[in-house]
């Protein structure tokens, strides 16, 4: 006789597409198709339009720790022309702004290597929304709406995930990235910036140590600010409610314009809920030198860290010449799902996972 312990065994061991496997995960997956159909009406009733961008890039994209999928064009003369799976609809999105659209988005697969966990996807779905002459500011309302758009569809009064718990109908906190440094880790970090962006190495690290956090003598300045963010900081975001992390410091916001308000921080917020982060947004960088100059910084720190480099899409740095103010937002839909759903893993709620947890 088989006892409760083999069932969940096998529960473990079977793949998604297993009858009873799929029959557990309908729920989430319905849920999913409820909670796209309402963000599309939300904004489609705000008059943006939604677009469908081409999977297949001359470069998936130039930040540091993003790793793309590599594959090949061959044409009919057998020549041949390296592509990526695009890790972002950005460089796309942000052709069609320059082409004349105002108000866009798109839910777009998106493919990224080196990421799989209870949270993470080699293959997902991006949500990015641009508003052309808005600012940023404006995609924190929308990310409030959209929290409690999903959580209606999704049928959860609170998100819960790991023990923690976020009212998706509260009105998001907005805390700096300073002020966040300076409440969770009792860290200035401000002073480590000086006005021109550079960034001061050994006296973040001093103050990192103080914190009682781990560091290592290769360390960059981006290294100490990442441990920071990861061990003291995105653990307490999200709690209660939502959390708008903004102002990010200028090095790391690879494709966002500086703040007008300090040029030492960039217009670049992060909303979490329950400590998971769900979007990345940006007032949206339109110097062309200045981007030129940022995507060959991260392609060497990516050179000396993983012996790799990707092509810089020229096509996207002649169109962001003639495209207009905007702001944009990308936000990982498979992990509002899994939290609008009740869920605990992302492969839940994804109707056919490239990984399925063992």
């Given at each position: 006789?088989?006892?409760?312990?083999?069932?969940e065994?096998?529960?473990v061991a079977?793949?998604?597409?297993?009858?009873?496997v799929h029959a557990?995960?309908r729920?989430?997956l319905?849920?999913?198709n409820?909670?796209?159909v309402a963000l599309?009406?939300?904004f489609a009733a705000?008059d943006f339009?939604?677009?469908d961008t081409a999977?297949?890039?001359?470069?998936p994209g130039?930040e540091?720790?993003?790793?793309a999928?590599?594959?090949?064009?061959i044409?009919?003369?057998?020549?041949r022309?390296?592509?990526?799976?695009?890790?972002?609809?950005?460089?796309?999105c942000?052709?069609?702004?320059?082409?004349?659209e105002r108000r866009?988005?798109?839910?777009?697969h998106v493919?990224?290597?080196?990421?799989?966990?209870?949270?993470?996807q080699?293959?997902?779905?991006?949500?990015?929304?641009y508003?052309?002459?808005?600012?940023?500011?404006?995609?924190m309302i929308?990310?409030?709406?959209?929290?409690r758009?999903?959580a209606?569809?999704g049928?959860q009064s609170l998100?819960?995930?790991?023990?923690k718990e976020?009212d998706?109908?509260?009105?998001?906190?907005?805390?700096t990235?300073a002020?966040?440094f300076r409440r969770h880790?009792?860290?200035?970090?401000?002073?480590?910036?000086?006005?021109?962006?550079?960034?001061?190495?050994?006296?973040?690290?001093a103050a990192?140590?103080q914190?009682g956090?781990?560091t290592?003598?290769?360390d960059?300045w981006s290294?100490?600010?990442?441990?920071?963010?990861v061990?003291?900081?995105?653990?307490?975001l999200?709690?209660?409610?939502?959390?708008?992390?903004?102002?990010y410091?200028v090095?790391?916001?690879?494709?966002a314009r500086k703040?007008r308000?300090?040029?030492?921080?960039?217009e670049?917020?992060?909303l979490y809920a329950?400590?998971v982060?769900l979007?990345?947004?940006?007032g949206?960088?339109?110097?062309v030198k200045?981007?030129?100059?940022?995507?060959?910084?991260d392609?060497?720190?990516k050179?000396?860290l993983?012996g790799?480099?990707y092509p810089?899409?020229e096509?996207?740095?002649e169109a962001l010449?003639i495209?207009?103010d905007a702001?944009?937002?990308?936000?990982?839909?498979d992990?509002?799902?899994m939290?609008?759903?009740?869920?605990?893993?992302?492969?839940?709620?994804?109707?056919t996972?490239?990984r399925w947890?063992?």
């Open positions: 006789m088989r006892n409760i312990a083999d069932n065994r096998e529960a079977s793949p998604w597409w297993k009858p009873h557990d995960r729920g989430f319905l849920a999913r409820r909670i796209q599309r009406a939300f705000d339009i939604e677009v999977i297949l890039q001359t470069s130039n540091t720790h993003l790793h999928f590599s594959s090949e064009l044409d009919e003369k057998g020549d022309e390296p592509l990526y799976l695009h890790t972002s609809p950005e460089f796309a942000k052709k069609l702004l320059a082409a004349g866009l988005f798109t839910f777009a493919f990224r290597n080196r990421e799989t966990s209870p949270t993470h080699p293959e997902f779905t991006m949500l990015e929304w508003r052309t002459g808005e600012t940023y500011r404006s995609l929308d990310c409030a709406e959209i929290l758009l999903a209606e569809a049928g998100f819960r995930f790991r023990g976020c998706p109908y509260a009105e998001p906190e907005r805390l990235v002020e966040a880790a009792g860290i200035e970090l401000l002073p480590t910036i000086a006005k021109n962006g550079t960034t001061d190495r050994d006296g973040l690290k990192v140590e914190a956090i781990r290592s003598e290769d960059s290294d100490l600010f990442s441990r920071v963010i061990e003291k900081i995105e653990p307490n999200g709690i209660g409610r939502a959390t708008i992390l903004y102002e410091p090095s790391e916001a690879a494709l703040s308000r300090d040029g030492r921080v960039s670049r917020f992060e329950c400590g982060e979007a990345n947004a940006f949206e960088l339109t110097d200045e981007q030129r100059r940022r995507f060959e910084a392609m060497d720190e050179e000396r993983y790799e480099r810089i899409d096509a996207f740095l010449a495209m207009p702001s944009g937002a990308a936000l990982g839909f992990r509002l799902v939290l609008a759903a009740g869920a605990s893993r992302i492969e839940q709620v994804i109707w996972p490239v947890q063992r």
